[in-house]
């Protein structure tokens, strides 16, 4: 595999994959991790990765479940390009395909209500917040090419009735996420808090909403994710033992 400049190929200790990221770009981190442990999917099931990046999400689902087919929607061509060689790398093409465009361009690739799935690990911060840094690193982080509403916008055009939104954010961002995803009929139904540590507040939120789901929300146990003297938890230790997706 040909590397461009500035890109490195990081093994994920799972069942042989490899990503390729690059050293100026914004790279995966644990909360991809996470809301890949997050997500339940059955055998055969297709579903989307609303704004992939470098693809982590969508190869790692791969190796954790039995989906026919998984999508990822990247509107960078620079990122968008390193993910879908990551998936030739990978000799994943029959199940993943990465598409190069905005996720409001929805209509362009995929009919209402056609998937089983779709799962977001999204930009969470506010354009207002914006401070000067790598212009990949900004849109990877800040809602400048999508926010919340088109997030939860897309899901619901995606989504089968009855069927599974997975997304990882920001515990600020709470009451948006619960209000914005009721207006368009998607019912948070699990939530979950990650804390650095025990004595530190919660920094990732873990929710589950279901298209036309019932109301009624259940909230699971917190995940804390170090020990106070910085080793990880035995939580993300059973997470990264088990082939860093808690089994499959």
């Not at 982590?56 to 989906?67: D, E, V, Y």
């Amino acid at each position: 595999m040909n590397l461009k400049t500035n890109e490195t190929i990081e093994d994920l200790q799972l069942n042989g994959l490899k990503i390729i990221q690059s050293n100026e770009g914004f790279k995966f981190g644990i909360d991809a991790v996470l809301i890949a442990n997050f997500c339940k999917i059955k055998r055969g099931d297709c579903g989307v990765d609303l704004g992939t990046g470098t693809g982590i999400i969508p190869i790692i689902l791969a190796a954790k479940s039995q989906a026919s087919k998984i999508y990822g929607v990247e509107i960078q061509e620079e990122v968008y390009e390193m993910a879908k060689r990551s998936v030739i790398m990978n000799e994943l093409e029959s199940r993943i395909e990465i598409i190069n465009d905005d996720i409001k361009n929805k209509k362009k690739y995929f009919e209402n209500s056609s998937m089983d799935f779709v799962v977001s690990n999204p930009p969470y911060f506010k354009t207002d917040t914006i401070k000067s840094e790598n212009i990949k690193k900004m849109i990877s982080r800040h809602e400048v090419k999508c926010n919340l509403n088109d997030i939860l916008e897309t899901a619901a055009y995606l989504l089968k009735p009855n069927k599974p939104l997975f997304m990882i954010h920001r515990p600020d961002r709470l009451v948006d996420l619960i209000e914005t995803g009721r207006k368009y009929k998607l019912e948070p139904k699990e939530i979950k808090f990650v804390y650095p540590d025990i004595k530190k507040a919660p920094n990732l939120i873990l929710i589950k909403y279901v298209k036309s789901g019932n109301k009624g929300v259940k909230m699971l146990a917190p995940l804390h994710v170090y020990n106070l003297d910085g080793t990880y938890t035995d939580e993300i230790n059973e997470i990264y033992k088990s082939k860093i997706l808690g089994g499959f």
